[in-house]
Structure formats: C-alpha cells, structure tokens
C-alpha cells in the first residue's frame, strides 16, 4: 500500500512538473558602479555609463542599465544602437548631473541622447541640466553657447520614459526625434519662469507619440509640436509656468513636413503666457496642420487661452508680404473654461492666402476679470456649438 502511494505520489509530482512553465530569468543588470562611477556629483562617470552600456546593448537577451542612488557627474553621452536586443530598461535611482561649466558640452546639441535604439526604456531618476550659469549669461546679451538638451531619443522606436523629473536644462528638456511608438509618462519638469528655450517636451518626425500624466513647469512650451508630427496624444498634463502647449513654430522652412491626427486633452494651465496655440511664421510654406483637437482643458489666469497665430517672425526678418503658406484646417476646441489674463480669450489670427477652415468652438466659456472674455477672428471660418463664451467671430 505504501508503495503504491508513493508511487502515486511520484506521478503526480512528475505531472504538476512537467506541466509547470519553464521558470523566466530575470534580465542581466549592469550597476554603472560596476564600471568606475562614482555617486559623488564630482567624477566624471561618462566612460563608466557609456562601458555599461556597452555590454547592454551588446546583450543578445534583455538587459538592464542600472544607476544606484546618488548624485552622478556625466559629461556628453551617446548611447549608440542598433542594439542586439530590443528589451532594455534604464533603471535611474540617483540624480544625473551635468558640467557646472556650461561652455564644456553648450555646443553639443545634447547633453543625454539614445540613438537608433529599439524597446528601451528610461525608469525613474532625476535629470540635473543645471541650466542656470547658461541662461545667466544669455540675458547678460554675451556670447554665450547654444545650449544643450537634456535627454533625446533619436530615430528610434518602441521608448518608454517613466517617472523621470528633469530640472533645470541648459535648452529643451525632452526631445523626441524621428521615433515611433513612444510613451512618456509621470515625469516631472521643472525650470525657472525666465529661463530661456526650456521646452519640457519636444516632439517632431514622429508617429504614435503618447505623453501621459505628467507635470511641466518651464521656461518655455510645455509641450511644443514640430514639422513632420502625427498621430500624437497628450492627456493629463499640468502646464504651468510655460507658455502653454503650442503646435509650432510651423513654417519656417519652404519645404516642410505636415503635422496631424493631434489630441490634446484633459490639462491644466496656471499662469501661462498662452494656452493651447497652434503657431506658425508669416512666410512661404507648404506644410499644413490638421485635424486638431483641444478638449477638457481648464485655464487659471492663462494669457491667450485659445490662439492661432499665423504672424510670427522674429524681427521682422524674411517674412515677404507677412504671408503664412502653412494651411490650417479641422481644428476642434471642445470643453475649454476658465479665467484668461488678457482681454481676448480667443484670438484666431490665420493667414491671409490660406484662411483657417474647420476650425470648430463646442462649450467653452472663458474669463476676464470675472466677466465674458473677448474673442478676436482673422481668415478663420468654422462652426459653433454648445454654449460659447466669449461671443463667437467666426
């Protein structure tokens, strides 16, 4: 009987063993510790993260990056693709630091950039450009370097940056560049009012682009939209100070990729310079925007709440009879309230050879100084429904 037990008993344990599933080995970590850095905010690790990831990237299995907690000085980094797999993590649980000495990397065009690389992903830490020194000297009217942006990705696809908090970049914060399917989400940005071109996202040649959840407070746009953008989706975003969330500058190039299929939806602006702005230059173009749609958003004491602007050019210069070629068209603004800073809550300025079409006003109701706001139309037509505050010029 004993027998027979235990060798019912071994079945049993063969079958539940043989049906079980192969156990998943966790990805390969490389601590940049492991390669020299120091977490002291003073040795320059850049060889130490560029030698670990070296061994990332050149992993035929998933891997991960990891950076312990600690401050970590780093100097100009590219991480290089293609890589041998396409499931990378970056693991941030310290602070990345920059040079003090702004004139080391200012004329590098980035600080941090991931190149050509597919499925990896930027989890936590915190991004220290330390900007300050560079935007000092660029309002003191010196010669002064152009500056660098925080962290690019790169022709690259399949990105994921999670719970990052930038601060205080030299130039943009986040840069997405020629990608495809990326998501951003929870990360926090954060630069003085005056600091001068601190974009906190920055999105252009790219498609399938998702920006979740997330806190931007800058010197700039909170998030800006270039040429060659489509089929973006931003929700959830708190923008403030900054000077909104801006499609644009469109444009300045003759020949220029097109932007649509762009949801904005579900934001907060405190404070800022503009709301929700589709910006372009006065000057020959053939690029176009369309199919637009601005929805949810609540606006405290925001300048220019709603705005087309079609005039832009800097001095003056090169814009021949202040004509923008850039068509604007499908534009839909829907559920937008709040108080507005200046008079004229809504003000549509389009182009004069290619009038706004499309453009469409669904309940929205805007603010001055606790009475209806003013709205102001040029070249735009469109619709209007719902309730409608200011008083419609389209």
Known sequence: MAHTLSFLAFTLFSILFASSPPAIAEPAQYSVQSYGAKPDGTTDSTKAFLSAWDQVCGSTAPASLYVPSGKFSLGKATFQGPCKNSAIVVTIDGTLVAPSDYSSIGDENNWIIFKDVDGVTVSGGILDGQGTGLWSCKASGKSCPEGVTSLEFSNSNNIEINGLASQDSQKFHIVINSCQNVIVQNVKVSAASNSPNTDGIHVESSTGVTILNSKIGTGDDCVSVGPGTANLWVENVACGPGHGISIG?????????????????????????????????????????????????????????????????????????????????????????????????????????YPCTGIELEDVKLTYNNQPAEASCINAAGTVSGFVQPSSCL
Not at 249 to 262: H, I
Not at 273 to 293: D, Q, Y
Not at 324 to 347: F, P, R
């Open 249 to 353: 500058s469109l444009g300045k190039k003759l020949e220029e990729e097109r932007v649509q299929n762009v949801t904005v939806k579900t934001t907060t602006f405190t404070g800022t310079e503009n709301g929700v702005r589709i910006k372009t230059w006065a000057r020959p173009s053939n690029g176009f925007a369309r199919n637009i749609l601005f929805q949810h958003a609540v606006m405290i004491n925001a300048k220019n709440p709603i705005v087309i602007d079609q005039n832009y050019c800097p001095d003056d210069k090169n814009c021949p009879n202040q004509e923008s070629g850039v068509k604007i068209s499908d534009v839909t603004y829907q559920d937008i309230h709040g108080s507005s800073a200046t008079e004229v809550g809504v003000k549509l300025d389009c182009s004069t050879k």
